[in-house]
């Protein structure tokens, strides 16, 4: 791996773990292997470093939402299988993480990718929706843009509540109230 892709490595891993006020640049170099020169040879600073780690986040956040919202089956069985994905609760969501940072919301530049990438899903389910709505596969009378941001709520607040109670059944338990008003909200 170039030392390149092992900084954002790194710093994608620092930051999901500890945030982004709690990640020196020093850590970054002992995770990744690599010396101080390197990482300014490839990097202006942490805030650099920390959004090409955050892009690179978020392309794999899409690509994996992606996978399962555009797939095959109706629009209930997808957004059922964007729900019932298999994640790592009690790690949380490497975008929604960086929500709790005071750093991050605090630079334009820093938050910028967590918003486009959170932007992104809420869309991306909205549209799901909406061609439920259309093959009547969903009721005529739902928002797709409320249900899209119920979803994404659903999912990063069963983080919370996983990662509160060191415990993945408060993910799933989330997970499955959602996939129960998706049920009901079928035509």
Sequence with gaps: METRDRL?????????????AATSPKDIQAAAAA???SMYHHFRGK??????????SAQRMR??????????GTAVERLESYLRRQRDSLRGCRMGRMTYDADVLASPTLLEPVTKTLDWLVE???????QGVEKDEL????DPATLACTIAAVVQGGYVLARAHGDT???DAAVEGAVDLLERAAA
């Design 8 to 20: 954002i490595s790194a710093t994608q891993e620092l930051l999901w773990v500890r945030g982004y």
């Design 63 to 72: 690509d994996d939402a992606e996978s399962l919202l555009m797939g095959q």
């Design 169 to 171: 059944s408060r993910f």
């Design 47 to 56: 805030e650099d470093l920390a959004v090409a780690a955050l892009e690179e």
């Design 35 to 37: 010396g101080q020169g």
């Design 139 to 142: 009721r005529a009378d739902i």
């Design 124 to 130: 991306t389910i909205a549209g799901v929706i909406r």
